[in-house]
Antibody, heavy 122, light 108 residues
């Protein structure tokens, strides 16, 4: 059974750095083709893809946010960590981690965590 | 960056009716398009991948079609549990990924 769970602070102050951890089970991120991604959703708004790390430790970032994001993995702990620097109130959102697995010939998000709401406020 | 535009923004229908949701890409994404369903307070759920393939456990009333820049999600006969927000997502220019802005399917 595949599960993912996000953890991290519910409240951060402007200019601070956010660190979120995705702890997963039921699959290995060392398996060829497996990836884990972070996606966020401001209240009442659409989904926004942030970053992805793959089985080979290659890392990919949203073009608009790449200067602020770092994604990393600890395969032995089954964890993926996202850091986002210089937080701003517009970064208030529910942050999801999701597994990207190969369907057909490409990757899609087949399992998601329940999400964690992060509020940026002084 | 490929932009996905979904229409309509809101669709009001009754149970038993047919729903047709559209997703248009700013440039061709071949068939590398997925549809997700999101209910309030829940994470999105993968419905359709590669434009027309149902994910595991998805009822047959959900179908997807299209290729290139124009895609459609059809729900043949709406069940009460189908009223939700639907997002399309492309991964044509891997690994850059984009989502559409969503279509809210509400009960009329």
């Amino acid at each position: 059974q595949v599960t993912l769970r996000e953890s991290g602070p519910a409240l951060v102050k402007p200019t601070q750095t956010l660190t979120l951890t995705c702890t997963f089970s039921g699959f290995s991120l060392s398996t060829s083709g497996m990836c884990v991604s972070w996606i966020r959703q401001p209240p009442g708004k659409a989904l926004e893809w942030l970053a992805l790390i793959d089985w080979d430790d290659d890392k990919y970032y949203s073009t608009s946010l790449k200067t602020r994001l770092t994604i990393s993995k600890d395969t032995s702990k089954n964890q993926v960590v996202l850091t986002m620097t210089n937080m701003d109130p517009v970064d208030t959102a529910t942050y999801y981690c999701a597994r990207a697995a190969i369907f057909g010939g490409t990757h899609y998000f087949d399992y998601w965590g329940q999400g964690t709401l992060v509020t940026v406020s002084s | 960056e490929i932009v996905l535009t979904q229409s309509p923004a809101t669709l009001s229908l009754s149970p038993g009716e047919r729903a047709t949701l559209s997703c248009r890409a700013s440039q061709s994404v071949s068939s590398y398009l997925a549809w997700y369903q999101q209910k309030p307070g829940q994470a999105p759920r993968l419905l359709i991948y590669d434009a027309s393939n149902r994910a595991t456990g998805i009822p047959a009333r959900f179908s997807g079609s299209g290729s290139g820049t124009d895609f459609t999600l059809t729900i043949s006969s709406l069940e009460p549990e189908d009223f939700a927000v639907y997002y399309c997502q492309q991964r044509s220019n891997w690994p850059t990924i984009t989502f559409g802005q969503g279509t809210r399917l509400e009960i009329k």
